[in-house]
């Protein structure tokens, strides 16, 4: 069994400047940051950590951001795994859909700046945290 890393983030991002720059961002915050180019490289990652958070681009080479959300939500190991949605393509059609498909939030590349990312990451690492306490405690 492969336990959550409490404060690991897994940034999926095809531009390496944009990916290098979230890395270093977490990593300064005080997480554990890893960032992976595409959808492919992501749950090959996946198959060997479980971050607390995904912070996942829609628009990526090989495996896309909505096929891979789609993967992961069809895998009870990685339910625990909050997913942020950070793209830079239409909101009104991203948005709607993935929240459907399992994504806790969605943010649009460029809106927020670095304090409020990071406030909601922090938001969804609580919020992980709390919901992954609640469904061990009921399994004991």
Same mark, same amino acid.
């Given at each position: 069994?492969?336990?959550?890393?409490?404060?690991?983030?897994?940034?999926?991002?095809?531009?390496?400047?944009?990916?290098?720059?979230?890395?270093?961002?977490?990593?300064?915050?005080?997480?554990?940051?890893?960032?992976?180019?595409?959808?492919?490289?992501?749950?090959?990652?996946? +198959?060997? %950590? *479980?971050?607390?958070?995904?912070?996942?681009?829609?628009?990526?080479?090989?495996? $896309?951001?909505?096929? /891979? #959300?789609?993967?992961?939500?069809?895998?009870?190991?990685?339910?625990?795994?909050?997913?942020?949605?950070?793209?830079?393509?239409?909101?009104?059609?991203?948005? +709607?859909? %993935? *929240?459907?498909?399992?994504?806790?939030?969605?943010?649009?590349?460029?809106?927020? $700046?670095?304090?409020? /990312? #990071?406030?909601?990451?922090?938001?969804?690492?609580?919020?992980?945290?709390?919901?992954?306490?609640?469904?061990?405690?009921?399994?004991?």
């Amino acid at each position: 069994v492969i336990d959550y890393i409490v404060e690991l983030i897994l940034v999926v991002e095809d531009h390496a400047d944009s990916r290098s720059a979230l890395v270093r961002l977490f990593q300064k915050a005080g997480y554990e940051a890893v960032g992976v180019a595409d959808g492919a490289q992501a749950l090959l990652y996946l +198959e060997t %950590s *479980l971050p607390k958070v995904m912070l996942l681009d829609l628009h990526l080479p090989n495996v $896309d951001g909505m096929e /891979l #959300l789609r993967q992961i939500r069809e895998q009870p190991r990685l339910a625990g795994m909050a997913v942020m949605i950070h793209s830079a393509g239409d909101p009104m059609v991203e948005r +709607e859909r %993935s *929240l459907a498909m399992g994504a806790q939030d969605y943010v649009v590349k460029g809106a927020l $700046d670095w304090p409020d /990312l #990071l406030a909601r990451v922090r938001a969804l690492c609580e919020q992980r945290e709390k919901t992954n306490g609640a469904a061990t405690a009921q399994s004991e």
